[in-house]
């Protein structure tokens, strides 16, 4: 109890602390100075900051719910398969187990790349345009290295789902006609949802303060248009060496953190009860 007191209620109270002051490195002869709310007055009025909130919410939102699709739809191709499927549930998973600095390096340098990746390789090969989704649609370029990444995570937690649904009443249903649309619909799903309601909990608790395909894909640019609140913290304190600013803008992450967890979990709570 006391090492989990040191290491995660005494950072959190030094960077709350810090919050209500400022600091800036560049002038250490300046002393700490209390100076209350300013420092979240000044995070919400920032443009830039404003924007990183709203990526934020756009890019956890978005990733959680394409995630869970991709998923489920692996999960059920991996748990039909009666051949080779260790070896496809294996090549499916490695992308989850890429460090999050590599996985952008690899998008952005030998798929997404205008020039030589291979995306514009498949693109011209049919006859289309090239496309440069890095400048023009930097957006759905972090999510695209984000669901690639996060989609074998949701079809790890989806499989081990299905392959808890019973056989006995698959095996009733079939003898009373229900077709593989209806099985799925009234037997396997209304299983999952408990695995469901896990796995997006979880994907929004981890993907909400995500920094590495920002950070290396795309560090925040062009202009602000791919920074998030991690990425905008990050640049205030190495680049402005704004201590209470930045401190402040870390315990408004963390604030939506708990508020996304704590949403999720009250609304899946009945769900996962009942199930």
Same mark, same amino acid.
């Given at each position: 109890?006391?090492?989990?007191? @040191?290491?995660? =209620?005494?950072?959190?109270?030094?960077?709350?602390?810090?919050?209500?002051?400022?600091?800036?490195?560049?002038?250490?002869?300046?002393?700490?100075?209390?100076?209350? %709310?300013?420092?979240?007055?000044?995070?919400?009025?920032?443009?830039?900051?404003? /924007?990183?909130?709203?990526?934020?919410?756009?890019?956890? @939102?978005?990733?959680?719910?394409?995630?869970? +699709?991709?998923?489920?739809?692996?999960?059920?191709? @991996?748990?039909?398969?009666?051949?080779?499927?260790?070896?496809?549930?294996?090549?499916?998973?490695?992308?989850?187990?890429?460090?999050?600095?590599?996985?952008?390096?690899? %998008?952005?340098?030998?798929?997404?790349?205008?020039?030589?990746? +291979?995306?514009?390789?498949?693109?011209?090969?049919?006859?289309?345009?090239?496309?440069?989704?890095?400048?023009?649609?930097?957006?759905?370029?972090?999510?695209?290295?984000? @669901?690639?990444? %996060?989609?074998?995570?949701?079809?790890?937690?989806?499989?081990?789902?299905? =392959?808890?649904?019973?056989?006995?009443?698959?095996?009733?249903?079939?003898?009373?006609?229900?077709?593989?649309?209806? =099985?799925?619909?009234?037997?396997?799903?209304?299983?999952?949802?408990?695995?469901?309601?896990?796995? /997006?909990?979880?994907?929004?608790?981890?993907?909400?303060?995500?920094?590495?395909?920002?950070?290396?894909?795309?560090?925040?640019?062009?202009?602000?248009?791919?920074?998030?609140?991690?990425?905008?913290?990050?640049?205030? +304190?190495?680049? =402005?060496?704004?201590?209470?600013?930045?401190?402040?803008?870390?315990?408004?992450?963390?604030?939506?953190?708990?508020?996304?967890?704590?949403? +999720?979990?009250?609304?899946?709570?009945?769900?996962?009860?009942?199930?």
């Amino acid at each position: 109890m006391t090492y989990l007191i @040191v290491t995660t =209620q005494i950072p959190l109270v030094a960077t709350l602390y810090l919050s209500l002051h400022s600091w800036n490195l560049l002038y250490p002869a300046r002393p700490l100075r209390f100076v209350g %709310w300013a420092n979240y007055t000044f995070v919400f009025s920032d443009p830039v900051f404003r /924007m990183a909130i709203g990526n934020t919410v756009l890019f956890t @939102v978005s990733v959680a719910i394409a995630t869970t +699709l991709i998923g489920l739809g692996l999960a059920l191709l @991996v748990n039909r398969l009666t051949f080779g499927r260790g070896l496809a549930y294996s090549l499916l998973f490695a992308p989850f187990l890429i460090m999050e600095t590599v996985s952008p390096i690899i %998008w952005k340098n030998m798929i997404l790349n205008p020039i030589y990746g +291979l995306l514009n390789f498949a693109l011209t090969s049919i006859g289309l345009a090239p496309v440069d989704l890095i400048t023009n649609a930097p957006k759905f370029a972090v999510m695209l290295m984000i @669901v690639w990444q %996060w989609s074998p995570f949701m079809m790890l937690i989806l499989l081990a789902g299905l =392959q808890s649904v019973s056989q006995e009443t698959i095996e009733a249903a079939k003898i009373d006609g229900a077709n593989p649309w209806n =099985q799925f619909l009234h037997i396997t799903l209304p299983h999952l949802v408990p695995y469901l309601c896990v796995g /997006m909990l979880i994907e929004a608790i981890l993907i909400l303060p995500v920094f590495g395909p920002i950070y290396v894909g795309t560090y925040g640019g062009p202009g602000n248009q791919t920074t998030n609140l991690m990425f905008a913290v990050y640049r205030m +304190l190495t680049e =402005q060496y704004e201590i209470g600013r930045a401190a402040a803008g870390g315990i408004i992450t963390a604030v939506m953190t708990t508020i996304v967890s704590l949403a +999720l979990l009250a609304y899946v709570r009945p769900y996962m009860e009942r199930h």
